[in-house]
C-alpha cells in the first residue's frame, strides 16, 4: 500500500478514536445504529432469496391458528388450493380450518367434497371467522357475506386479476390457469415427496392422494381439461401430481350425477336464448341452484356460430350472471364489470374466457341510489359490450 494511503487511513483511525474518547454515548449509538442497518440488510436480502413457498410456510408456522378462507360458492380449483393450504399449515405446526360462503351445489363440487372427505365451515357473516389471522385463496379480496370488507388477510394466493393484497404474503399469478398449479409448485420448490398412500402424518413432508388428487382435479376443472387458458404451467403441475393421484377417486370425482333442474336450466337457456350477430344471452327465471347458470353458459356457448354468452338467471333478490367467450375480441371479464359497474351493489369481473356477476335486482329497479334500468336496456347494454360499443 503507498505510503500516503496508510498515512490517510491512520488519520482516519486516529479521528474516530479521539471521537469515541470525546463522545463514547454518541460514538456507541452510531455503531449500533451501524450494525441494526446491516443485520436489516442482511435479513432483506434473505428474505428476497428465499422461494414463495418458503415465505408462505414460515409464516404459517408463526400462527397458532389459520382460517384459511376460499371464494363464495367454491369450486374445486378453491376447495384444493384451501386443502393444500390446510397441509402447509398442519406440516408447520399450525391448527387451520377451511371455511366457505354461499353453497356448494354444483353436482361437480359436492362430489369434489364427498369424494375426497373434505371438511369446511360454511360461514354467512364475517364474525364467524373464529380465527385472527385470515388466508385467502382462489380470489384476492373476501366478498360475498356481511363484514367481508373488514377481512384483512395475511396471505393471498390467487390467478385472477384484482387488487387485493396480503399484509404479510400475496402470490398472485393471472397468467396462471388455475390457483392449484401454484399449490402444486410450493410442493416441488419445498421438494415435498408424493405418498405412496393417503396416510400421510401432519408432520410429513408428504403430499398424500387426497392432496395431489385435489390439486390436479382443481386444475383441470379450471383449465376444461387442460384445454382453456392453460399455460406451461398447468401441464408441469399435472404431471409432477399424478404420480400420487387415486385414480378411482378422481373418476368418481369427474363423473357425478347430475342434478335435475341443471338440465332444466340448460334447456331454458337454450330454448330462451336472444342472438345478435354471434354473441347470444338468455335469462332463465328463478332457479334454486345458482351453479346451473355457468353450466348453462358452458353449453350455450356449444352452439354452432355463437362465441360469447352471457346466462342470468334469478335465485331470491339477486340476479346473477355467467358468460362465456371463445371470441378473441370479447374478454368477457371486462364486458361484465362495465355493464355492472354503473348499478350500485353489483360487482362482477373474471378473465377473457369466463366470467361472473351479482346484482341486486331492487336496485336494477331503482331503490337506493342509481335511477335503475330495466330487464330490456340491461340485456342491450351487453350486447353493446360484447360488440365493443362500451
Known amino acids: 500500500m503507498p505510503i500516503w494511503q496508510v498515512g490517510g487511513l491512520q488519520r482516519v483511525v486516529d479521528s474516530v478514536t479521539v471521537f469515541a474518547r470525546e463522545s463514547p454515548l454518541v460514538a456507541a449509538l452510531v455503531v449500533v445504529g451501524l450494525l441494526v442497518f446491516l443485520v436489516g440488510v442482511r435479513l432483506a436480502i434473505d428474505r428476497l432469496r428465499r422461494s414463495p413457498a418458503e415465505r408462505l410456510q414460515r409464516l404459517l408456522a408463526s400462527t397458532d391458528e389459520i382460517a384459511v378462507l376460499m371464494h363464495p360458492n367454491p369450486d374445486p380449483d378453491a376447495m384444493s388450493s384451501a386443502l393444500a393450504v390446510s397441509r402447509l399449515a398442519a406440516q408447520a405446526g399450525s391448527s387451520p380450518t377451511l371455511y366457505y360462503p354461499g353453497q356448494i351445489r354444483h353436482q361437480e363440487n359436492r362430489a369434489f367434497q364427498t369424494v375426497l372427505d373434505l371438511d369446511f365451515d360454511r360461514i354467512e357473516k364475517a364474525g364467524q371467522l373464529q380465527e385472527n389471522e385470515v388466508v385467502l385463496v382462489d380470489h384476492n379480496e373476501a366478498r360475498g357475506f356481511p363484514g367481508a370488507e373488514t377481512i384483512d388477510p395475511i396471505a393471498v394466493i390467487d390467478h385472477h386479476p384484482g387488487g387485493g393484497e396480503g399484509s404479510e404474503f400475496s402470490d398472485v399469478r393471472t397468467g396462471y390457469g388455475a390457483c392449484a398449479t401454484i399449490f402444486a409448485e410450493y410442493f416441488e420448490e419445498l421438494d415435498w415427496e408424493l405418498a405412496d398412500d393417503d396416510a400421510a402424518a401432519d ?125 378473441d375480441r370479447v374478454h368477457m371479464g371486462n364486458v361484465l364489470q362495465t355493464v355492472v359497474d354503473d348499478i350500485p351493489m353489483g360487482s362482477a369481473g373474471g378473465h377473457a374466457r369466463m366470467g361472473g356477476g351479482q346484482l341486486s335486482i331492487d336496485h336494477m329497479n331503482g331503490i337506493g341510489p342509481g335511477s335503475g334500468v330495466a330487464m330490456t336496456d340491461f340485456k342491450g347494454h351487453l350486447f353493446d359490450a360484447m360488440a365493443g360499443d362500451i
Request: aromatic share 4%; proline share 2%; net charge negative.
Open 203 to 327: 408432520d410429513d413432508e408428504q403430499i398424500d392422494q387426497q392432496v395431489a388428487t385435489g390439486l390436479l382435479y382443481g386444475i383441470q376443472s379450471d383449465t376444461k381439461q387442460l384445454t382453456k387458458g392453460c399455460s406451461s404451467a398447468e401441464f408441469s403441475a399435472a404431471e409432477y401430481l399424478y404420480d400420487g393421484i387415486d385414480e378411482d377417486l378422481l373418476d368418481r370425482i369427474a363423473n357425478p350425477q347430475v342434478d335435475a333442474e341443471v338440465l332444466d336450466v340448460k334447456a331454458r337457456a337454450i330454448t330462451d336464448r336472444q342472438i345478435e350477430n354471434a354473441f347470444a344471452i338468455s335469462d332463465v327465471g328463478a332457479i334454486s341452484n345458482v351453479d346451473a347458470i355457468p353450466q348453462a353458459a358452458d353449453e350455450l356457448l356449444r352452439l354452432e356460430g355463437v362465441t360469447a354468452v352471457v346466462v342470468m338467471g334469478r335465485k331470491e333478490d339477486t340476479l346473477h350472471l355467467s358468460g362465456r367467450s371463445r371470441d
